[in-house]
């Protein structure tokens, strides 16, 4: 097995409702806003060799939305799928699997694009499998209010109409194992059944932590996104998450944290905190 972080590009969202109830006095300590009051985040993604399999973990924006709608985002820099794909010698056409953490469009967007002619949509990865499950499949095709922005039908009816859509078998709130040889975590707080992946790589356990630790800046505990439909659950699966993850010494990828990937936790009195920081290539190929 090899494993690459593919980064698909740069955004910014509002810092207060990235952070909740948090001052923006103490958060802006480790994510400085702009003048708009917007942070820099990221939509970096994982990328799994396995065999003949060649598995991604979501895949960002995407392209396809208009001017108007990334005019919220504030897209900067030069990242793009694409490029980062071809940076490792690979091209979408080679993914056999797209495992999607959940379906809110900075996580799934990248998976559908319009077709040639611009008249309808189809899959970005025409030979992949598209990995979700049942409870946030229905989910997401009926949102509440509060997240029904979040949930495009454009990046969600295409993947179903393709026949490309699988459904995870979901076990247990924690699977060791799953169709994509990987354990994953079920959380609730953020959305209903977010997945996170939980990867054995190299002798160590690397945890691509999604929306539940969204950047290093989310670590302590009541730093809960104002985005969560649950923002008790999440504190609870925080606190069980960010104890097993001090404690076993697990590695936790950022996927929106645009300017750290890997980190460590530790005890301290203040409960568990950041211990070091890491880039991919650090911890796996120095």
């Not at 799928?81 to 999607?100: E, K, Q, W």
Request: net charge negative; aromatic share 12%.
């Amino acid at each position: 097995m090899t494993i690459y972080p593919v980064e698909t590009g740069n955004f910014k969202l509002d810092g207060g409702a990235m952070f909740g109830v948090v001052p923006k006095s103490i958060w802006s300590r480790t994510n400085p806003a702009d003048n708009n009051n917007m942070i820099d985040l990221a939509a970096r993604c994982l990328l799994i060799e396995d065999g003949q399999r060649l598995i991604l973990i979501d895949n960002g924006l995407g392209n396809k939305q208009s001017e108007k709608f990334f005019s919220y985002y504030y897209r900067w820099g030069n990242h793009s799928l694409d490029a980062s794909l071809s940076a490792l010698g690979f091209h979408r056409d080679d993914i056999t699997d797209v495992f999607l953490t959940h379906l809110h469009f900075d996580h799934c967007g990248g998976s559908i694009q319009w077709n040639t002619d611009r008249t309808g949509y189809e899959p970005a990865f025409k030979n992949a499998r598209f990995w979700s499950n049942k409870d946030h499949w229905a989910w997401a095709t009926s949102p509440n209010a509060r997240e029904k922005a979040s949930f495009l039908k454009e990046n969600l009816i295409p993947m179903e109409e393709s026949g490309q859509l699988q459904f995870v078998k979901r076990k247990d709130t924690f699977q060791a194992d799953s169709e994509l040889g990987f354990g994953i975590l079920f959380a609730d707080g953020h959305t209903e059944k977010q997945m996170l992946p939980h990867i054995i790589y190299k002798g160590k356990t690397i945890i691509f932590v999604a929306d539940l630790i969204p950047t290093v800046g989310h670590i302590p505990l009541p730093y809960v996104m104002g985005y969560d439909t649950r923002p008790l659950k999440t504190l609870e699966e925080k606190s069980k998450f960010l104890n097993s993850v001090a404690e076993n010494n697990y590695l936790l990828f950022f996927e929106h944290d645009a300017h750290n990937q890997l980190c460590t936790l530790k005890q301290t009195e203040r409960g568990v905190r950041l211990d070091e920081l890491f880039s991919f290539d650090e911890i796996f190929n120095s």
